[in-house]
C-alpha cells in the first residue's frame, strides 16, 4: 500500500521539488521574495450546499434520490446435480469461484455423499417494486430456473421472494416479497409510447453485484426487433447496461418507468435494449391474478414484405404480412384466410411491417372476434376471426410468428431456374449463379404455384411464367422441405 502511495504521490512531488529549486536559485541572485498572502485568502471558498443545476440540463441527481428505492437487486440461486468426481463442471469456471458452497468447499450439500454433487449456481439481476403488497417486475430470463430467490432493498433489507408468474415470450416476471413490509416504495409506470427519439432515459440495476448503479443516456431508437421473440418491439438506449442491470427500470426525467432493462449487444459499445413498459402494463394484472398470460392467436404463419413481392402481388407499396402458411383446423382457416392473402389491417388498424401482427394479434384475449384486413387478387376484404388460445411456450401453435425472406442457388429460363419433373411435382435443379432467382430459390426447392396459380409439370411452370404480366416480378410458392414460402424473382428480358 505504501508503495502505491508513493507512486501517486511522486509525480506531485516531482513538481514542487523543481518549484524549490527555482526558489532557491532566484534567492541565490538576490531577487526579491514576495511576502507571504495573508492566511485568509488562500482560504477555498465554501461549497455549496446542494450544487446548482445549470438552466437546462436535467437534475439527475434529485431524479435518483427520488426513484432509487424503488430499485431492488435480485439474486438468484439454482442447485445443479454433478456427478461424483466428474471434473468438467458443466456450468463453466463461473460456478467454480465463486459460487460454489458447502462445507467441502467443493460445492457437495450435506446428505449427499454417496451420490452426486450438488452444486448451488448464483445468478444476479434487478428488478422494481409496482406495488405496495410486494410485487416486483424483473424479466423471466432471470428467474429461469431458480430455486431461490432473493430480493435485497435498497436500504439493505433483504427477503426471500417467490414467482407468482412469467411471461416468457415478453420475457417478464412477477416476484411477491415473502413477509412484505407496509412502507414498500413504488415505483410510478410511465407511458413508453409518448416516449422519443432523443429523450433522456436514466438506468439503475445491479450490474456485475454492484448494486445501486445509476448509469444516464438518451433513447437511441424504438421499435427495434432483434430476434427475441415474436414479440420484439425494444426501445434501443445508450445508457450503459451489463450483466446483472437485467430486470431493471428505465426512467424518463418524469421518474417513471418507461422500460425493462432487458438486452445488450455484445459487439456494441453503449447498445441496450428495454421492453417498453406499456407492453408490460398490459400483461401485468393478470400475471398477479393469475400466473400467466393469455393471448389470442389466429393460426397463419406469415413472412416479412419487400417492394418486389408487393410489385408482384399489385401492391402500391411494401405492407402488411404476407400469409405463407395457414394452420389446419386454426381460427384463420375457418373463417377462410388462405395462403398468399396479405394482411394489411386488423380491427381497422394499419399493419405497418409483418413482425407488428403478432404485437397486435396478441392483446385479444380467446374467443375475441376480431375483423382482419386482407389483400386477396388485388382486392380488399374483410374478414371477421373468432380468435383461439395461443397454446404454452412448448406448444405448437404460435401466432403469427414472422419469417424473413431469403435463401440461395444455381440454372437457366427467364428465371433462371433449371427445373425437372419428379412425380408430379416440378424439382429446381439448378439456379444461374447470376440470375434472377439468386438468393431466393435453392436447388432442391419444389415450385408449388406460379401468381398463385398451382403448376405441377414443368410445361405448365413454362406457360404461367409466360403468361404472367411483364410489368412485375413473378410470384412463386416454393417448397423447401415442410416448410412453403413466397418469393418474387424478375424475369430476364434477353
Known sequence: MANMTARKLSPA????????????????????IAATPPAESLQTPAPFATPPVLPGTPDI???VAKVKPSVVNITTVQEVK????????????????PFFHGPNGHGRMPGNEGGDEVLKRQALGSGFLVDSDGHVVTNAHVIDGADTVKVKLADDREYRAKVVGKDERLDVAVLKLENAPHDLPVAALGASDAMRVGEYVVAIGNPFGLGNTVTMGIVSAKGRTIGAGPYDDFIQTDASINPGNSGGPLFNLRGQ?????????????????????DAVKMVLPQLIASGHVSRGRLGVVIQGMDEDLARALGMDRAHGALVEQVEPGSPAERAGIKSGDVIVAIDGQDVPHSEDLPRMVAPHKPGTHT?????????????????????????????SQPREPG????????????????????????????????????AGDVIESVNQQPVTTTSDLTAKVRAAPGDRPVLLRVKRGDQSRYVAIERRTH
Open 257 to 277: 418507468v418507461v422500460g425493462i432493462n432487458t438486452a445488450i449487444n455484445p459487439q456494441g459499445k453503449g447498445i441496450g435494449f428495454a421492453i417498453p413498459i
Open 407 to 442: 435463401a440461395e442457388q444455381s440454372g437457366s429460363s427467364p428465371l433462371g431456374l433449371g427445373v425437372a419433373d419428379e412425380n408430379g411435382r416440378v424439382v429446381v435443379e439448378r439456379v444461374a449463379p447470376d440470375g434472377p432467382a439468386q438468393g431466393k430459390v435453392h
Open 371 to 399: 375483423h382482419v384486413t386482407i389483400l386477396r387478387d388485388k382486392q380488399t376484404q374483410v374478414i371477421e376471426v373468432a380468435l383461439a388460445p395461443l397454446e404454452d411456450q412448448d406448444g405448437h401453435g404460435s401466432t
Open 82 to 97: 454433478n456427478p461424483r468426481g466428474d471434473l468438467g463442471f458443466p456450468g463453466g469456471f463461473e460456478e467454480l469461484f
Open 61 to 63: 441527481a434529485t431524479l
Open 13 to 32: 512531488l516531482l513538481v514542487l521539488a523543481f518549484g524549490a529549486a527555482g526558489c532557491h536559485s532566484a534567492a541565490a541572485a538576490g531577487a526579491p
